[in-house]
């Protein structure tokens, strides 16, 4: 469809990533992420698990389904029944994130979220990202403190302590990125429309594995851009979540 705005694209791709996890519990951490899981459930993945973020089971409609206490959700984390796409203040090649602090931990420039849930997310079950704004300050050479696990710390653990972790993808206002490379860095997995190897090479802050083709974002059907802007998101709030109009 030709008249798909780059957020739109992003809320595809953002679902692409529960494609094949089956019966699990969904925990998108934004909107565009919110709205992928959502359309993911009503078009590919119907045995998909949606939360209220508290402790109601919920359809794609918003709608009640069940109960799930918050004690409840550290056993489906645990047991690895959890994908979940969080967001990240920093990332480094190998997937850890930061989103406590920016500088020293000590006297931090900038104090963020804390530590939160991060770490028991990325090594208890699958994590994927969503970063709206793909730039050389997100994407660093180091974060300033590891929140999130990366896959050469994961690695240092060793099994059984690493066997649920796995981060899936990286979906920016730019494109869709990966660990698929044989040190687990990141890969340049697609290009949204519009968008350039230069410039995502340009706006990550370390070297990004790049194949001779880089093949584009899947575009929306026309089904699934009905679904998005008449079912999902008719007020268009998509929009406002990244910089980019049209792809």
Same mark, same amino acid.
């Given at each position: @469809?030709?008249?798909?705005?780059?957020?739109?694209?992003?809320?595809?791709?953002?679902?692409?990533?529960?494609?094949? +996890?089956?019966?699990?519990?969904?925990?998108?951490? #934004?909107?565009?992420?919110?709205?992928?899981?959502?359309?993911?459930?009503?078009?590919?993945?119907?045995?998909?698990?949606?939360? +209220? =973020?508290?402790?109601?089971?919920?359809?794609?409609?918003?709608?009640?389904?069940?109960?799930?206490?918050?004690?409840?959700?550290?056993?489906?984390?645990?047991?690895?029944?959890?994908?979940?796409?969080?967001?990240?203040?920093q990332l480094d090649r190998y997937g850890n994130q930061n989103i406590s602090c920016i500088g020293d931990w000590a006297r931090p420039d900038s104090q963020l979220l804390g530590v939160r849930g991060a770490p028991g997310n990325t090594i208890n079950h699958v994590?994927?990202?969503?970063?709206?704004?793909?730039?050389?300050?997100?994407?660093?050479?180091?974060?300033? @403190?590891?929140? =999130?696990?990366?896959? +050469?710390?994961? #690695?240092?653990?060793? *099994?059984?302590?690493?066997?649920?972790?796995?981060?899936?993808?990286?979906?920016?206002?730019? #494109?869709?990125?990966? &660990?698929?490379?044989?040190?687990?860095?990141?890969?340049?997995?697609?290009?949204?429309?519009?968008?350039?190897?230069?410039?995502?090479?340009?706006?990550?802050? &370390?070297?990004? #594995?790049?194949?001779?083709?880089?093949?584009?974002?899947?575009?929306?059907?026309?089904?699934?851009? *009905?679904?998005?802007? +008449?079912?999902?998101?008719?007020?268009?709030?998509?929009?406002?979540?990244?910089?980019?109009?049209? =792809?």
């Amino acid at each position: @469809m030709s008249d798909a705005s780059r957020a739109e694209v992003c809320v595809v791709a953002c679902a692409e990533a529960w494609r094949g +996890d089956g019966a699990i519990l969904a925990g998108p951490m #934004a909107l565009i992420p919110r709205l992928g899981a959502r359309l993911a459930q009503l078009t590919f993945a119907p045995e998909l698990v949606l939360s +209220d =973020g508290e402790a109601t089971l919920v359809n794609s409609g918003g709608e009640s389904e069940g109960w799930l206490p918050y004690r409840a959700v550290f056993q489906v984390v645990a047991a690895g029944r959890r994908h979940v796409m969080m967001g990240a203040s920093q990332l480094d090649r190998y997937g850890n994130q930061n989103i406590s602090c920016i500088g020293d931990w000590a006297r931090p420039d900038s104090q963020l979220l804390g530590v939160r849930g991060a770490p028991g997310n990325t090594i208890n079950h699958v994590t994927s990202y969503w970063v709206p704004r793909h730039s050389p300050r997100t994407f660093v050479e180091r974060v300033d @403190m590891v929140c =999130g696990i990366g896959y +050469d710390r994961a #690695a240092a653990l060793g *099994a059984p302590a690493n066997r649920f972790h796995e981060i899936r993808v990286v979906v920016t206002d730019l #494109a869709v990125l990966d &660990f698929a490379t044989p040190d687990r860095s990141l890969r340049l997995r697609s290009l949204h429309p519009g968008v350039t190897v230069p410039e995502v090479v340009r706006a990550t802050g &370390f070297p990004l #594995a790049v194949a001779d083709e880089v093949p584009p974002t899947r575009w929306p059907t026309t089904d699934e851009l *009905a679904l998005i802007r +008449d079912r999902l998101d008719p007020q268009g709030l998509r929009e406002r979540e990244i910089r980019c109009g049209p =792809g």
